[in-house]
């Protein structure tokens, strides 16, 4: 792939994974509309360890506080604050552990980004504005009530079955988990800090996998691609971490919402039209 197709990706990729607006989605369009050559899920999982990196270095405090939750758990201290984030964290992540082998199994994320009758584009609308308008709605009339230290192990699975969805591409991971976290009574800020989290072993499952098929390809090329990948996107999403929490700190998520809804029937006109 070209440098500029790469620089694209990495760069795409670190300013919306975790926005809700789908990194995936913009994965996957970003070379249609250009008219590139689409990079393929190994390069699309190094750009997502890049964002994965990014987020280890801006939520340290709350990655140091749930490895000391590992070893409570191990110790049987499972009632304190960070054996219960790190226990709702394992369960959040089950769900998406299970369909995500599914769908790697039966070949379904390349049947889903495939060009073939304009079936990317129409997946792609239509989860982008359905789920933009249940982010909306969550947003706007759910109660914010709890921080995550109140969030039980049946909440984690609510959230993590949220999760699960997200690889259809076009849901938004960050989104759907950030509209399930409102629905519960979240905070934005305490949604989109669960949602980030909840990123570390969701990337590090596709991560293993990607480069498990980058091993077994041999090709070697397309792992200095991955790395340079990783590399660029990792930066941009620091840029986008900090002021994406700064941002909902004080304001609501119809931007982002109206973004969705705007390209999701652009989509969707291009595809049906």
């Known amino acids: 792939m070209t440098v500029f197709h790469l620089v694209l990706v990495a760069i795409v990729q670190g300013i919306t994974e975790f926005l809700p607006i789908s990194s995936t989605a913009h994965l996957i369009l ?24 990014a987020v280890l270095i801006a939520f340290h405090r709350d990655v140091a506080e749930a490895i000391v939750g590992v070893f409570d758990i191990i110790r049987g201290r499972i009632k304190t604050d960070a ?23 039966i070949g379904a994320m390349d049947w889903m980004r495939s060009s073939e009758n304009g079936r990317a584009f129409k997946v792609i609308g239509w989860t982008t504005l359905i789920f933009g308008v249940l982010l909306y709605i969550a947003d706007s009339y759910a109660p914010t009530r709890r921080d995550l230290k109140s969030i039980g192990w049946l909440e984690a699975i609510g959230i993590g079955l949220a999760q699960a969805i997200a690889l259809i591409p076009g849901t938004s991971r960050s989104g759907i988990t950030m509209t399930a976290g409102r629905f519960l009574g979240l905070s934005r800020t305490e949604a989109a800090r669960f949602s980030m989290l909840m990123a570390i072993p969701a990337i590090l499952a596709g991560g293993t996998i990607g480069a498990m098929d980058i091993v077994e390809s041999g090709n070697v090329q397309l792992g200095l691609d991955a790395l340079i990948a990783a590399g660029l996107s990792c930066i941009a999403a620091l840029v986008a ?12 998520m119809t931007p982002f919402v109206i973004y969705r809804l705007a390209l999701g029937a652009i989509l969707l006109w291009i595809a049906y039209a």
């Open 30 to 53: 970003a070379p249609k509309l250009l008219g590139e050559v689409d990079q393929g899920p190994l390069i699309d999982v190094a750009v997502h360890v890049g964002t994965l990196i």
């Open 241 to 252: 971490i900090k002021l994406f929490m700064g941002y909902i700190a004080n304001a609501t």
């Open 83 to 105: 054996a219960r984030l790190t226990r709702n964290l394992m369960i959040a992540t089950i769900p998406l552990i299970i369909l995500g082998l599914i769908f790697h199994k």
